[in-house]
C-alpha cells in the first residue's frame, strides 16, 4: 500500500507564501515523476509542477516563476515552494507520483486559499 501524505496548506494573503510538502510511504516501486496538481472548485484538476527523477522540471505557464518544485529521491518527498500568491491560485491541491511500472498514486488533498 502506498500512501502520500501532504502538508502545507492553509490561508495566506495575496502576495504571501505557502510551502507544501508530500512524503510518500509504503511499497512504492521506483519513482519516476513526483509533482503537484490543483483543481479549482468548478475546473477540472490540471498540473502545477512536476519534477524528473533525473532533474527536469515542468510548470504550468501561470506559476513559471512564482512556484518552485523540489524533491529528496532518498527520502521520496517533494515540496513546492509558493511565492507571490494571487487569488487565482485557490485551490486543493494535490500531490502524484507516477513509478516506472508505470503507476499512478496521488495524496488526499490540501486546500490552499489566497484571500485578503
Known amino acids: 500500500q502506498v500512501q502520500l501524505v501532504e502538508s502545507g496548506g492553509g490561508v495566506v494573503q495575496p502576495g504571501g507564501s505557502l510551502r507544501l510538502s508530500c512524503a510518500a510511504s509504503?511499497?512504492?516501486?521506483?519513482?519516476?515523476?513526483m509533482g503537484w496538481y490543483r483543481q479549482a472548485s468548478g475546473k477540472q484538476r490540471e498540473l502545477v509542477a512536476r519534477?524528473?527523477?533525473?532533474?527536469?522540471?515542468q510548470y504550468a505557464d501561470s506559476v513559471q516563476g512564482r512556484f518552485t518544485i523540489s524533491r529528496d529521491n532518498a527520502k521520496n518527498t517533494v515540496a513546492l515552494q509558493m511565492n507571490s500568491l494571487k487569488p487565482e491560485d485557490t485551490a486543493v491541491y494535490y500531490c502524484?507520483?507516477?513509478?516506472?511500472?508505470?503507476?499512478?498514486?496521488w495524496g488526499q488533498g490540501t486546500q490552499v486559499t489566497v484571500s485578503a
Open positions: 509504503g511499497s512504492i516501486p521506483s519513482i519516476y515523476i
Open positions: 519534477m524528473y527523477s533525473g532533474g527536469t522540471r
Open positions: 502524484n507520483v507516477v513509478s516506472y511500472s508505470p503507476q499512478n498514486y
